[in-house]
């Protein structure tokens, strides 16, 4: 069964939302049959590069709220966070565009290093004090330290055409199935869950997934001994 992720590095939501789903995705019985892709999705697609603001001017300015009020919201943001078991600055974050960082995540999953360079890429954002928008060279750092070569890491960067039309295939693809927002979990073509939900709605989704898969459908006769093969005990012995 596969599970797509939309989601954003700058969205505290998606951030918080993997968490929660990797808690029911421990619990569920079949995980180890569970594959999980990440999509890219941009909260703030026309951002240019060097635009890069603190978060509570942000909010501020797209929200129309007062500075009380996005201070506010960004402490039960780290409330929230805390409950999940994670770490969240709620001061002195800043806010940029996240294309890059898509960009590269669509490199290590050629790899095979997407989730451990997603979740150094949220903690890095969330968590710590240095900026995640105004240095290439911290991006490659991320990079190495999710066991991609960090030469390879860095010729991507400076390549603003390097796997963009990948990230623009994912954003196009979540207009279709209709997110809006992130996160945005799509399991097995089937069934979407948005939001950050709770665990147990998370729970719920991958067994009602899981158990609705269609039967795989044989060719040829669905009978053992039809044909020679090889089972648990044993290959069939070649006939005369």
Not at 22 to 38: G, I, N, Q, S, T
Not at 62 to 67: D, E, I, L, P, T
Request: hydrophobic content about 40%; proline content about 4%; some cysteine.
């Amino acid at each position: 069964m596969r599970v797509e992720i939309w989601s954003d590095i700058a969205c505290p939501w998606c951030y918080v939302g993997k968490a929660r789903f990797e808690k029911a995705l421990r619990d569920f019985p079949y995980r180890d049959e569970v594959e999980v892709v990440h999509r890219s999705f941009e909260l703030d697609p026309g951002r240019a590069k060097g635009d890069i603001q603190p978060v509570i001017t942000m909010l501020t300015k797209k929200y129309g709220m007062s500075a009380a009020q996005a201070e506010a919201g960004e402490d039960n943001l780290g409330a929230q966070a805390a409950a999940e078991g994670l770490d969240y600055r709620t001061r002195g974050r800043d806010h940029g565009s996240t294309f890059d960082m898509h960009r590269l995540l669509h490199f290590a999953r050629e790899q095979g290093s997407q989730e451990q360079l997603l979740d150094l890429l949220y903690r890095a954002n969330f968590a710590e004090e240095r900026s995640v928008f105004d240095d290439d060279e911290r991006l490659v750092e991320l990079a190495s330290a999710a066991g991609l070569d960090a030469e390879a890491a860095r010729a991507v960067l400076a390549d603003p055409g390097a796997y963009a039309d990948g990230v623009r295939a994912d954003e196009r693809e979540a207009a279709q199935l209709g997110a809006s927002g992130v996160p945005f979990f799509v399991l097995d073509r089937k069934y979407g869950v948005s939001g950050a939900q709770p665990a147990e709605v998370f729970a719920q989704a991958l067994t009602q997934a899981y158990g609705e898969r269609a039967p795989l459908k044989t060719v040829g006769g669905g009978d053992a001994d039809a044909a020679d093969a090889c089972g648990p005990d044993g290959c069939a012995v070649p006939r005369r």
